[in-house]
């Protein structure tokens, strides 16, 4: 049977609440978002979360209510999902690309301080990969030089630094709830925060300049990036059982770390002891993720490798972004990474095999390097030999 990478978690009180949500006859935003967004704002210790659409229109959202556009330079880590770049783009400020950490991916803050100009007007730090930034070093910063600070908490439910969750340090927090985020409301996202006077222009803002629908006076300029009642009874489903969700999402992690503790040429990232950390995915790092890859995919074992570093996109170009220093980290953490399947209904015997296939190729691999082009007969490999 086919492993998938991962597959969102739905069960039947997300079912009974879209029912009921439809039994009510309103499905545009009301009072099921209010809901989500009141439990949000309690578990994430901020005094308010916005409903969006999704996570990239978080970012853009929080960028153009706190003024960011034409002539503004963004930092933004290398090492990240496009929808981070792509949101200061089309406000029309220019992103300025810096390296990660190697450790955990994560904004370097000494990169960061090396690319700012006086341009520079905000810091997006990423939590990425499910462990939060150095909030400490980027708030400094921030307040040294002056800068808003968006947290780009997307993957990062659940995720702490210190005892404080991520998206609640900086001016605006943002979060995802696509599909494959820990929890989900299909598309989604929110933006997290604390000062009420911002909360109010994003709410102008996602509501064509109201405050209130049913009003055609707009007193504000805004969008239309409200989101369903629909997608707010999913969220709401989700996020009952959110704690249920991350405590699986660490036992996988750890019956892979077991199970891989030892294999050849196989490295398991390890925590940088920040906060809370919620695995977004379990991740490996290994010499060949292309050829590992390729492998499992024969075997119909589906994984991903690591962003694309985003100085190497061919969307991003001396015209739109700005690179002060060659982002070194974030190359080799994207030549070295490879996310396993973490789908959370795997079974041990999955999580076996595909331990099993990594070692094999990693066994076949080494062999072929260590002992030449002749060398080797890795195809009488069994994995259950190679641990000894
Ligand atoms: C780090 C990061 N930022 C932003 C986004 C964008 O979120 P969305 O897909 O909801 O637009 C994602 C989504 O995967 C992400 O992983």
């Given at each position: 049977m086919p492993i998938n990478e991962f597959s969102p978690q739905i069960g039947k009180s997300e079912i009974v609440k879209i029912l009921q949500t439809l039994q009510d006859n309103w499905?545009?935003?009301?009072k099921k978002t209010q809901q989500l967004e009141a439990m949000l704002a309690e578990y994430f210790g901020c005094r308010r979360v916005v409903m969006v659409p999704n996570g990239t229109l978080a970012l853009f959202a929080a960028l153009k209510v706190l003024g960011i556009g034409p002539g503004d330079e963004v930092i933004v880590p290398?090492?990240?999902?496009f929808g981070s770049v792509s949101a200061v783009v089309l406000t029309g400020a220019t992103p300025v690309l810096v390296d990660v950490d190697e450790?955990?991916?994560?904004?370097?803050v000494d990169a960061a301080k090396a690319s700012?100009?006086?341009?520079?007007?905000a810091i997006m730090p990423v939590h990425i990969y499910g462990q939060s930034c150095d909030m400490r070093a980027v708030m400094e910063l921030a307040r040294e030089h002056d800068l808003y600070v968006v947290e780009d908490?997307?993957?990062?439910?659940?995720?702490?630094f210190g005892d404080k969750h991520v998206?609640?340090?900086?001016d605006i927090g943002c979060m995802s709830f696509f599909?494959?985020?820990?929890?989900?409301?299909?598309e989604g996202g929110a933006l997290l925060l604390n000062d009420e006077q911002l909360a109010q222009k994003c709410v102008y803002f996602k509501n064509q300049g109201r405050?209130?629908?049913?009003?055609?006076?707009?007193t504000h300029m805004g969008y239309n990036f409200r989101i369903t009642d629909l997608q707010a009874a999913i969220g709401v489903a989700q996020f009952e059982r959110v704690e249920r969700t991350i405590q699986r999402k660490r036992v996988l992690r750890d019956a892979y770390y077991r199970r891989l503790?030892?294999?050849?040429?196989v490295r398991l990232p390890a925590d940088n002891g920040f906060g809370e950390v919620v695995p977004f995915r379990v991740n490996i790092l290994v010499d060949d993720p292309e050829g590992l890859a390729e492998f499992l995919a024969k075997r119909e074992i589906a994984v991903r490798r690591y962003f694309y570093p985003l100085h190497r996109?061919?969307?991003?170009t001396a015209e739109n972004s700005i690179v002060r220093q060659t982002p070194v980290n974030s190359v080799r953490l994207f030549d070295t990474g490879l996310m396993l399947p973490?789908?959370?209904?795997?079974t041990e015997s999955q999580v076996n095999h595909v331990c099993a296939c990594v070692e094999e190729y990693q066994y076949m691999h080494h062999t072929e390097r260590t002992s030449g082009?002749?060398?080797?007969?890795?195809?009488?490999?069994s994995p259950s030999t190679l641990r000894a």
């Amino acid at each position: 049977m086919p492993i998938n990478e991962f597959s969102p978690q739905i069960g039947k009180s997300e079912i009974v609440k879209i029912l009921q949500t439809l039994q009510d006859n309103w499905i545009t935003e009301g009072k099921k978002t209010q809901q989500l967004e009141a439990m949000l704002a309690e578990y994430f210790g901020c005094r308010r979360v916005v409903m969006v659409p999704n996570g990239t229109l978080a970012l853009f959202a929080a960028l153009k209510v706190l003024g960011i556009g034409p002539g503004d330079e963004v930092i933004v880590p290398d090492f990240t999902f496009f929808g981070s770049v792509s949101a200061v783009v089309l406000t029309g400020a220019t992103p300025v690309l810096v390296d990660v950490d190697e450790l955990d991916g994560n904004v370097s803050v000494d990169a960061a301080k090396a690319s700012l100009s006086e341009r520079t007007r905000a810091i997006m730090p990423v939590h990425i990969y499910g462990q939060s930034c150095d909030m400490r070093a980027v708030m400094e910063l921030a307040r040294e030089h002056d800068l808003y600070v968006v947290e780009d908490a997307a993957q990062g439910m659940g995720v702490t630094f210190g005892d404080k969750h991520v998206g609640t340090f900086g001016d605006i927090g943002c979060m995802s709830f696509f599909a494959d985020k820990t929890m989900t409301t299909g598309e989604g996202g929110a933006l997290l925060l604390n000062d009420e006077q911002l909360a109010q222009k994003c709410v102008y803002f996602k509501n064509q300049g109201r405050l209130r629908r049913g009003s055609f006076v707009h007193t504000h300029m805004g969008y239309n990036f409200r989101i369903t009642d629909l997608q707010a009874a999913i969220g709401v489903a989700q996020f009952e059982r959110v704690e249920r969700t991350i405590q699986r999402k660490r036992v996988l992690r750890d019956a892979y770390y077991r199970r891989l503790d030892g294999c050849p040429r196989v490295r398991l990232p390890a925590d940088n002891g920040f906060g809370e950390v919620v695995p977004f995915r379990v991740n490996i790092l290994v010499d060949d993720p292309e050829g590992l890859a390729e492998f499992l995919a024969k075997r119909e074992i589906a994984v991903r490798r690591y962003f694309y570093p985003l100085h190497r996109q061919p969307s991003l170009t001396a015209e739109n972004s700005i690179v002060r220093q060659t982002p070194v980290n974030s190359v080799r953490l994207f030549d070295t990474g490879l996310m396993l399947p973490s789908g959370l209904d795997l079974t041990e015997s999955q999580v076996n095999h595909v331990c099993a296939c990594v070692e094999e190729y990693q066994y076949m691999h080494h062999t072929e390097r260590t002992s030449g082009a002749n060398g080797g007969s890795p195809t009488n490999a069994s994995p259950s030999t190679l641990r000894a």
